[in-house]
């Protein structure tokens, strides 16, 4: 089994401009190494967490997602991002993964984040998703959902990694990194959790602090507070071989809510 390679890509948004965030996010992706085999950006980092959906939602052909396409095929990397989609007259808070063989697919945020109104403007998703990658089982959620360990459940280790795509701010920056940190250490996995800096136009700040935790808990590489592209490389024996030492998730409670 080859290392997995991942880039976070920990951006500045630029407040409700589609097209500078695209053409910010092409920029710095193109300073990536090559060879790796996921480059993930924030949550909405086309637009940043609006609760403004009908001006700036796009379709599933839209230049976001397209520019995905093309990130994915320059680079021969799954590219991975959060955006505002519009289906069936609703609108979605819509984690899009991009490959390099033009394949799309896309994971639905459950969990909206009620104290900004999220839920009364988006829908809700409904199921998770597994991506394969190189014989690595990766299971992607958004933000919020880092809060609701049921849904993260590893039933039966069916994914290797964890990715959480977030605007998390930093008045619960503390919560962040001690949530990521749980969710690795009960499921034995590793968790990758990209986030974004600056401020919104809501006047709301954002620290970063994009950080791989390993299967123990143990931090592989952690970004700063400000813009910046942070690459890691993950092993597949150590954790096969610490599964195996410590079977916990063969005790855990067998049930099936998502």
Same mark, same amino acid.
């Given at each position: $089994? ?68 093309? $990130? ?187």
């Amino acid at each position: $089994m080859i290392n997995f390679t991942a880039a976070l890509v920990q951006t500045d948004i630029i407040w409700h401009d589609i097209q500078a965030n695209i053409k910010h996010a092409e920029e710095l992706i193109a300073s990536v190494n090559s060879g790796i085999s996921l480059i993930a950006l924030p949550e909405m980092f086309s637009t940043g967490f609006t609760m403004h959906p009908e001006i700036f939602a796009e379709d599933m052909d839209s230049q976001t997602v397209e520019a995905m396409k093309k $990130m994915s095929c320059s680079t021969v990397s799954d590219v991975a991002g959060s955006i505002i989609i519009r289906e069936n007259n609703r609108y979605f808070n819509r984690l899009i993964w991009a490959s390099p063989d033009n394949k799309i697919r896309y994971y639905d945020k459950r969990h909206l984040f009620r104290p900004a109104n999220e839920n009364d403007v988006y829908t809700a998703g409904t199921s998770n998703i597994i991506i394969e990658r190189d014989g690595w089982r990766i299971m992607p959620f958004i933000c919020y959902d880092l809060r609701f360990p049921v849904c993260t459940r590893n039933t039966m280790l069916q994914y290797d990694i964890l990715l959480f795509l977030a605007n998390w701010p930093c008045l619960r920056q503390n919560h962040w990194e001690i949530l990521l940190r749980a969710r690795a250490i009960e499921n034995q996995c590793y968790v990758v959790g990209v986030n974004r800096s600056g401020k919104d136009g809501n006047g709301i700040e954002y620290k970063g602090g994009s950080v791989v935790f390993d299967f123990k808990g143990d931090v592989i590489v952690r970004a700063g507070e400000h813009e910046q592209i942070v690459e890691c490389s993950l092993e597949y024996s150590p954790l096969l071989e610490y599964r195996s030492s410590l079977p916990f998730w063969m005790d855990a409670d067998k049930f099936y809510i998502c």
